[in-house]
């Protein structure tokens, strides 16, 4: 699996948009890069997957250079609820490589 | 059933007393996984289920863990006798067949062990 770095921790206020960039310099071709979204006292949540340029769904954007070595997590306006932890992941889920590292993820906190 | 469920959400228990956590999958789902989540940290895979079988076990902290899948449905993560350092949230999460790079993985709520 590559190895991923984030930021231990975002501070925020609400409206603003919040970008978490995440580095993963050895990252195999085959790879994807997914993010997941832990709210306190809950389990991960899936919240967007890509493999190069950018992807958008109703929650967040990821955009991925095309040296793929980076990806960034754009999460539009936010509001308190979007205080969360967030995870990078990277691997190849075509594969049976199913040993996935969420790390200690990114704590974004938003304030009021 | 509608999304993964665990029991108990909380366990109490004594140090060098045995636990079973349950896990059930979305139905369907065929790959199931545990994973333990430590205070303030990341998770820590334990363990993956592709049906009722566990390719690798390599995840599994001690000899004290044991996990099983039984109908390629419910999982039970046995830890005997329990030490204070297996205090944790215990998530499961499971996926369905493998849709190669769009697999996945849908969580439980986890059981909250703590070890006295």
């Known amino acids: 699996l590559a190895k991923t770095t984030q930021p231990i921790s975002m501070d925020s206020y609400e409206g603003q948009e919040v970008n978490i960039t995440c580095s993963h310099n050895n990252i195999a071709t085959n790879d994807y890069i997914t993010w997941y979204q832990q709210f306190p006292s809950q389990g991960p949540r899936f ?49 049976n490589d199913y040993k996935l590292s969420f790390g200690a993820g990114t704590t974004v906190t938003v304030r009021a | 059933g509608a999304g993964v469920s665990q029991s ?47 390719p690798d076990k390599s995840g599994l902290p001690s000899d004290r863990f044991s996990a099983e899948r ?17 205090s944790a949230v215990y998530l499961c999460a499971s996926s369905g067949p493998p849709l190669g790079a769009l697999d996945t993985q849908y969580f439980g709520p986890g059981t909250r062990l703590t070890v006295l």
């Open chain 1, 47 to 95: 919240i967007i997957q890509g493999y190069k340029t950018k992807v958008t769904n109703e929650v967040a954007s990821l955009f991925i250079p095309a040296d793929r070595k980076s990806s960034t997590l754009s999460l539009p306006r936010v509001s308190l609820s979007d205080t969360a932890v967030y995870y990078c992941l990277v691997g190849d889920f075509g594969s």
């Open chain 2, 8 to 54: 108990p959400s909380n366990k109490v228990t004594e140090k060098g007393k045995d636990v079973e956590l349950r896990c059930d999958p979305i139905s369907g789902h065929t790959a199931l996984y545990w994973y333990r989540q430590r205070l303030g940290q990341g998770l820590e895979f334990l363990i993956y289920f592709q049906g009722n079988s566990a």
């Open chain 2, 70 to 86: 039984t109908g390629e449905s419910v999982s039970t993560l046995t830890i005997q006798r329990t030490q204070q350092e297996d």
